[in-house]
């Protein structure tokens, strides 16, 4: 997925969000940490560009506390920025990459200690279908892939934006 | 990354980046505090004991809330009340706490070195909650993580530390955690309790007039004088120490600037703090004990992590 493509999904996700969405009065956008956060900065980038006016609630979720596999190697923590209450409101998570659905069901006990959703929403930019542990199915996805466990995808964000899939060694 | 260390013995042992480490994880656990549910699942398969062989208030609750916040399990002891009084030995009674599948400890100890010892004999992880005079790190990783909520970072920054030096073992973790970071020390206090080697070991300033220190400081570390430690006289009475090294409000105003003051506790007001500073604008010693949970929740997250090693 080379940077003019990447862009052209980014704002199709964030068009598909205003359909079904707008004007997000009880809608907030929250980005999984590392990550999902360039992707959902993007994404309000692109609302925002469109449509101006609207007030779209914004936060960024750190899910390394609720993890399950850190026992074996320690992550650390990013920043958990969430200005506002989720109580009773749609929230879409965002992240980049779903492969086996553990890190969106460490976002979900997350982001369900902050308060009770009305309704959660997974908006992923490359969905690694058929390698899925637990059952979680996003609702919008940028790219869907057909990929193998031994292959990798790495999202790029540098000079060069891009997705790629390679063979791991 | 991760921590260079298995256990938390002393500060003497970490690393400045450990020292980073610690800190900016404690920042994401304060964050956790702030929330409706202020717990997370981490450590829910981790048992913890608390294992006091001496007294203790804010340690032992503060330890206690952490590992509770991380859901983990938790044993409280206390040498009080247990077999310690019918001549169980410190290593028999953890060998059998730890049967019956304990993952890490939590000591205090009056005897310098004890945590240490039991490093050597035992597979847990230790976190070190003071022994005797030497050290004391949770304490110190909290006043630092204090300072630096207040001021930025700690690099260049002007710290005393005020009172009797030689009994504490904050002023030594404090001191090893400073200079480690970069920050500029001064110990103040009364020449009976200021140890001689410090000067030289550590290349800190030592003074014996407390306005000096002071006057000098953007940050003062105020200590509680240890009377239980004490199987001398270093000094006449606690009316005479409070005149001559008490911080009072008078002092104080006498300043050309507001110097943060900080106390480990329990403070004895009216000896080396009084009550009017203590409670004034310019202590921040709530705020350390408020910290405290969030420090000691980042020490036994990162000490958990299984090693390939004892695994």
């Known amino acids: 997925m080379e940077e003019k493509q990447l862009r052209l999904t980014l704002q199709r996700l964030a068009h598909e969000l205003i359909e079904n969405h707008f004007p997000f009065e009880d809608t907030c956008l929250i980005g999984i940490q590392p990550r999902g956060i360039v992707i959902s900065d993007y994404i309000y980038q692109y609302i925002k560009e469109i449509h101006p006016e609207v007030n779209i609630q914004y936060g960024k979720l750190d899910i390394t506390f609720y993890r399950d596999d850190f026992r074996g190697q320690i992550h650390i923590p990013s920043i958990t920025d969430l200005p506002f209450s989720i109580e009773k409101k749609n929230v879409i998570l965002i992240d980049d990459v779903l492969y086996t659905g553990r890190t969106i069901r460490a976002a979900m006990d997350a982001l369900l200690d902050h308060g009770r959703a009305k309704k959660v929403e997974l908006c992923i930019l490359v969905d690694r279908k058929f390698s899925r542990e637990l059952p979680i199915h996003p609702d919008y996805v940028g790219k869907s892939i057909d990929s193998i466990v031994t292959q990798k995808v790495k999202v790029y964000w540098g000079d060069e934006k891009k997705v790629i899939l390679y063979e791991s060694v | ?311």
């Open chain 2, 1 to 311: 990354m991760q921590l260079s260390t298995k256990h938390l013995l002393g500060i003497r042992d970490l690393l400045p980046k450990d020292i980073e480490l610690i800190l900016d994880t404690a920042k994401q656990f304060k964050e956790v505090l702030q929330r409706p549910i202020k717990k997370v699942p981490s450590l829910r398969d981790v048992t913890i004991v608390n294992l006091f062989y001496e007294n203790s208030t804010r340690t032992r609750i503060s330890f206690e809330l952490a590992e509770k916040r991380l859901s983990a399990d938790t044993i409280n002891f206390s040498a009080s009340g247990s077999s310690v009084s019918k001549g169980e030995t410190l290593l028999d009674t953890v060998n059998n706490i730890l049967s019956m599948k304990v993952d890490m400890v939590v000591m205090r100890h009056s005897a310098t070195g004890a945590p240490h010892f039991l490093a050597q004999h035992i597979p847990a992880a230790i976190v070190n909650a003071g022994d005797g005079i030497n050290e004391h790190p949770t304490q110190a990783l909290l006043d630092a993580f204090s300072i630096q909520e207040k001021l930025g970072e700690l690099k260049g920054k002007k710290i005393a530390i005020i009172g009797d030096i030689m009994h504490s073992r904050v002023a030594l973790s404090n001191i090893y955690l400073l200079t480690k970071m970069g920050a500029e020390v001064t110990v103040a206090g009364p020449p009976t309790l200021i140890p001689k080697y410090l000067k030289d070991s550590f290349g800190i300033h030592v003074t014996y007039n407390v306005k000096e220190a002071l006057d000098w400081c953007d940050v003062a570390n105020v200590l509680r004088i240890q009377l239980e430690r004490q199987n001398q006289v270093l000094f006449s009475s606690l009316r005479e120490y409070n005149r001559a090294y008490g911080i009072t409000k008078s002092l104080l105003s006498s300043l050309q600037k507001d110097v943060i003051i900080m106390h480990p506790g329990p403070i004895n007001r009216g000896v080396e703090l009084d009550s009017d500073v203590a409670d004034s604008g310019q202590s921040i010693i709530l705020d350390q004990v408020e910290n405290g949970v969030a420090v000691r929740m980042a020490v036994l997250y990162l000490l958990s992590e299984r090693r390939e090693a004892n695994n």
